[in-house]
Every structure is written in C-alpha cells, then in structure tokens.
C-alpha cells in the first residue's frame, strides 16, 4: 500500500469539484463555489479525526489541528493552503494520468487539439519515470492549490494514524480567494494561533520560498477635453496623447519581459480611453523596499511633469500598496526556514530558493505576525491547460511537512 493512501484520490476529488475564485465579488468567500468546497472539505476533516475543525468568520479559512503527541515545548506549527482556482476555465475538470512518463514524448491533452511538448515545456524532460496528473485541453487542472490541499490532509492523516510519532501541535488552514489576491487581507493570525507556517502553495520539488516582491497597484486617470478636430487649436487636449506621454515617460525597458531574478519593473496591464478621457491601470513589483518606494515617486513625478503642462491636474495617481517582501519579517529570524531547509536535505532534496517575481499568501500573513515562508506544492505550469502534477512529487511535499513536523520537536530538545 502506498504511504499516503488517498493522497490522489482526494487530489482528483478535489480538483473536480469546481471552486473558481471571482474577481468580480466582493464577498467573502468570493464564489459559492468555494463556500461548498470549503463546507465539504469541513466534513472530510472532521471525519478523518482532526480536532477543532471550524470556518472562521473572519476570514473564511477552515482551520482544523492535529493534536501535539509530546509534552515537549515545540513551537506551534502552521500548514497552509487556498482552495480557489485561478481566472481560467474550472468546469467539468477530467483529469488524465499518464503513467510512467518517459520524459521525451508529447501527452495530448485529450481530444482538445493541445498537447505537453517537452520542446515548449522542457519541465517535463524532469519526470521521467514519474505518474503524471494533466488537464484534458479544456480546463485548468488546480493542482494550484489543491495539490497543496491534499498533501496537508495526507501528512495530518499519516500523523494520526501514527501517533507514535512525535510532533507538536500542527495547525491547518485552507482558505479563500488566493488567486485573486484578497484571501489572506482577512487571515486571522490570533484565531489560527500558530508561532510559525508554511503555505504549502508552490511548483517543483524543492522550491522554499522566503523571498517575495513588494508590491503596489496604481490607476491612473487622465481628464482630456474634446472639442472637434476642426476647432481643437489650442483647445482640444487628447487623453489618449497624454496617456502615451505617460507611459513613454516610464523607464522604457523596466517591464515583466525585460527583468528577471531581482529587477523590479512597471507593469502597464490594462489601457482603455478615448479623446475625453483615459484610464491605465499599472502594477509596480520591486523585491528591494527603497527601491520600490523611488518606483513610486517615479511614477508619480510622470504624472506631475505631465500636470506642470497644465493650468487644472489632468493626471490623477490613485496609487496603493498591495504587499510587501516577507524576507523584511523573515531575515529577523531564519529559524522557520531554517527548519524546512533542513527537513529537505534529509530527505535528499535540494532545497531551490529564489526570490519568488510574484507574492504568496505568506507575504501578507508574515506582515501580520505569522512568520510563513512557501513549500513547493509540485504544481507545474500553473493557470491554464498546460498545467500538470507529478504523483510522486506530491508524495515528497507530503514528506517535507512531515519531517518539519518531527525535526520541530529534535529541534526543541
Ligand atoms: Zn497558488
């Protein structure tokens, strides 16, 4: 019998079960579709046994405990993951499994006319021999994060099948609204009452994130004033003209396709207006906090050049910040990435720690007190059909929170 008997087996139930994040909604959860996942999976918790499995009304994370086995003074540890799939199709998931993949052929994604090519994706050539989980051409397969989702349970339901082991207190939580950057805004750190966590929310083996942007969202708005061609001398002020200016007046190649490991940039992602007036919606990603703090000036100071042309503001900056690098809470103390780094060369992984060019759950939870680095998860190509999971990669982040679990409690003695 395999270690973690219904690892895949609440993995494929888990991705079928539809539970698609709204960026749309205000609510809390942002879909009913996640509010019957999230209800469903209290079921599945409470009957395998874990103890205080509640919803929080705060935030709307399911958190449950895996009770401590030693009466050492161990730090409380957290597990956490999100249940929401990202902004792509979600509806009537068929997973395929392709067992004993060779690590050279082409997987065609069911009759969809989409196919994994190790050529375009050469991830692949690293799971030869490996039973991968892919989509069928049509969905995504949400194996971010319900992988993250399944390997939590699996380690809990080891540990209380086993309770010889020794391990403290575990905390779990599964929430909301991660792909749409709201989920954690509400995580109720005091109510979760863990000393450290880890998000279980990440791609290849190995990968042990501490290290995320900081970031802040601007829209700018631009006032134009539009009168006939004919008549415009001195007159008309195009919107559209000075939204050019304005982007032209951004550092050219600081964007997303001309940076990479530590380089911020700015992020034009959507442009909309016609002569009367514009509307530019911009992310600004910095890994370095004072760096991130001359981004914003810059890109006010283009607003204000723009505006000193002008009697009235024509360029209006609504600027906010979004999260911010958790290595500023982390580098107090490593000890919680220690402690994974640790576990993993134990078990033979190489721990791969880069600065993560996005945010995690655990940047904002690590500002709120809780120290949360990420864990690899094994999802790969994550957001869209090309997604795919190795079975026994999920099976080694099942491993990793394990040996945390149990090295916490060495650590203590
Ligand atoms: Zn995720």
Redesign the pocket.
């Known amino acids: 019998m395999a270690k973690y008997p219904h690892l895949i087996s609440d993995f494929l139930g888990f991705v079928k079960q539809n539970s698609r994040s709204d960026e749309a909604s205000t609510t809390i959860p942002s879909s009913p579709r996640e509010t019957e996942f999230l209800q469903k999976l209290m079921t599945k918790l409470t009957e395998l046994g874990l103890s205080d499995v509640e919803q929080d009304a705060q935030s709307a994370y399911v958190f449950a405990t895996v009770p401590a086995t030693t009466d050492a003074p161990v730090k409380t540890l957290g597990f956490i993951s999100?249940i929401d799939t990202a902004d792509f199709n979600s509806e009537n998931i068929k997973p395929q499994i392709v067992e004993n993949y060779d690590g050279q052929s082409i997987i065609k994604l069911g009759q969809s006319g989409f196919e994994l090519d190790p050529k375009v994706f050469s991830n692949l050539k690293n799971y030869a021999g490996h039973t991968l989980i892919t989509t069928d051409g049509t969905t995504l397969l949400g194996a971010?994060?319900k992988a993250?989702v399944a390997e939590i349970i699996s380690a809990a339901e080891y540990l209380l099948a086993h309770p010889e082991i020794k391990h403290g207190k575990l905390r779990l939580a599964f929430g909301p609204d991660?792909?749409i950057g709201t989920g954690a805004d509400h995580f109720n750190v005091p109510a979760f009452g863990a000393d450290w966590a880890y998000t279980v929310?990440g791609g290849p083996l190995g990968e042990l994130e501490y290290e995320t942007f900081n970031a802040a969202q601007a829209v700018v708005t631009i006032d134009g004033v539009d009168v006939h061609p004919g008549e415009a001398t001195g007159v008309m002020i195009n919107a559209l003209q000075l939204a050019v200016d304005f982007q032209s007046a951004l550092p050219a190649h600081e964007n997303p396709a001309e940076t990479s490991g530590r380089e911020g940039f700015y992020h034009l992602l959507n442009l909309d207006g016609t002569v009367d007036s514009a509307k530019l919606v911009y992310i600004i990603r910095d890994h370095d906090r004072a760096k991130f703090e001359d981004r914003k000036k810059t890109f006010q100071a283009a607003a204000d050049a723009i505006n000193a042309r002008y009697d009235v503001e024509r360029v209006h900056v609504d600027m906010k910040d979004q999260y911010y690098n958790m290595r500023e809470v982390l580098e107090k103390d490593m000890s919680v990435v220690e402690l994974a780094e640790k576990a993993m060369h134990e078990l033979d992984i190489e721990p791969l720690i880069f600065p993560v060019r996005g945010g995690t759950d655990g940047s904002k939870i690590s500002f709120m007190g809780l120290p949360t680095p990420n864990l690899f998860a094994g999802g790969e190509n994550?957001h869209g059909r090309f997604e795919f999971v190795s079975e026994q990669i999920m099976a080694r982040a099942v491993d990793v929170v394990l040996q945390i679990a149990t090295d916490n409690v060495k650590e203590a003695k």
């Open positions: 999100h971010d994060d993250g991660e792909e929310d994550m």
